[in-house]
Structures are given as C-alpha cells and as structure tokens.
C-alpha cells in the first residue's frame, strides 16, 4: 500500500513551459484534491475530484487544468507556466467525511520553480 | 474572518518544556477535528484526531471545546524532534458531497537544546 504518490519530486521550468504533474493513489478514495503551499499562505486549494470524470474548482484554479479518468489517478496540468506557479503542490486524498475520524492523505509533494 | 485561525508563532522551547497551541473554528457545524504534523519540506502527515471528550497520546493531548469553537494541542516534555509546523484542520461532512476540510495556516514550534 503505497498511499498518495506524486512525480516529479523537482521541476524547474521556464515561463511558457507547459507540464504535468502526476499524483497517484491506492487507496481507492474518491475524493482527491491538488493544493499549493507558499510561505505565510498555508495550503489553498487548487482543484478537486470527487470520482472519476468528476472535478470542481477550488479557491486558487487559474492556470491550472484537472482531469480524473481513473479513480486511481488525478493529474495536474500548467498549461503556460508563470513564475506566479513557483510553489511546493500536495496532492491529497480521502475518504468522504462523515463526521468521524475521516483523514486526509498527502502525497510527498512536488517541488516547482519557474523562471 | 477566516475558517480556521491558529496563532502562527513561532514558539521557540526548551526541551522538555510543556506547550499549548490553540485552534478557533468559526463554521459551528464542524464534525470532525484533527492536528496535522509537517516536516520542513515535507508533506502535512495527521497526529491527531480530536475528540469531543478529549484524547492523549503519549506527551501529546488535544482538546476540543464545541462551545467556544475552539481546539488546543498540548505537548509535553518537548523533545527536539516535536519542532515541527502543527497544522489545525476542521472537518464539515455537510454542504458539498464529500464534506470539507479546511487547514489553518500553521503553528511554527522549534525546540532547542
């Protein structure tokens, strides 16, 4: 059971530079979310997925894309990188809260500086 | 006002020292409490559950007051190895289908020698 996977771990991009970051779960949660954590702003939330072909938008989405084809797997896309995008990305996944002791999983996180 | 407010510090501590975070909530249908532990450079891993009576593990005890909205995480006998940036997080199975979670900006601890 290897939990919530991300690759890349580092990613150095130059501004306009397109990629992916991949996130991978094994717990079959259908709930995954994607967040970003810079200094002094805790983690917002970039977008989520509550199962397969199912996403939403969450408090910071523009100039990211989100696609879910798999319960399994939750990609994030930078379609034109901005230097605004240099961040540290979690993705994350769940089960749904019921009230209970319902948790969040993290991946190990993804390193991203664009110049 | 934000969801969750948590005093950012940074507490700096002797080892063996006893200190307390607080955590106030403002969403009074929150269900479900928790204290994340983040690493520097590392992703946020769960510490805690907080529940309504109260629960200790270890030098650690984290108690919820539904009253006034408010969580606290207390450590004891700190040891170098509690520095670390203590994330409140508050659970709400309501509103969207899957429930909310929100994170408070984190609490920085660093424990000296």
Redesign the interface.
């Known amino acids: 059971n290897a939990g919530v996977t991300q690759t890349p771990k580092f990613q150095v991009l130059k501004t306009g530079q397109s990629m992916t970051l991949q996130c991978a779960q094994d717990m079959n949660h259908e709930y995954m979310s994607w967040y970003r954590q810079d200094p002094g702003m805790g983690l917002r939330l970039i977008h989520y997925s509550v199962g397969a072909g199912i996403t939403d938008q969450g408090e910071v989405p523009n100039g990211y894309n989100v696609s879910r084809s798999t319960t399994e797997d939750f990609p994030l896309r930078l379609l034109s990188a901005a230097p605004s995008q240099t961040s540290v990305y979690f993705c994350a996944s769940r089960p749904r809260l019921a009230g209970g002791r319902e948790t969040q999983y993290f991946g190990p996180g993804t390193r991203l500086l664009v110049l | 006002r934000k969801e969750v407010e948590q005093d950012p510090g940074p507490f700096n501590v002797p080892e063996g020292a006893t200190v307390a975070f607080n955590c106030t909530y403002s969403n009074s249908a929150s269900?479900?409490f928790?204290w994340y532990r983040q690493d520097c450079?590392?992703?946020?891993?769960?510490l805690m559950?907080v529940y309504s009576s109260g629960n200790e593990d270890g030098r650690f005890t984290a108690q919820l007051n539904r009253a006034s909205q408010y969580i606290s995480l207390l450590i004891r006998d700190s040891k170098l190895s509690d520095s670390a940036t203590y994330?409140c997080?508050v659970?709400?199975?309501g509103g969207?289908?899957?429930?909310?979670?929100t994170?408070?900006?984190?609490t920085i601890l660093t424990v000296h020698p």
Not at chain 2, 96 to 101: M, Q
Not at chain 2, 103 to 106: A, S, T, V
């Open positions: 269900q479900s928790f450079r590392k992703e946020p891993k769960l559950s994330l997080v659970g709400n199975a969207t289908s899957y429930g909310k979670l994170f408070g900006q984190g």
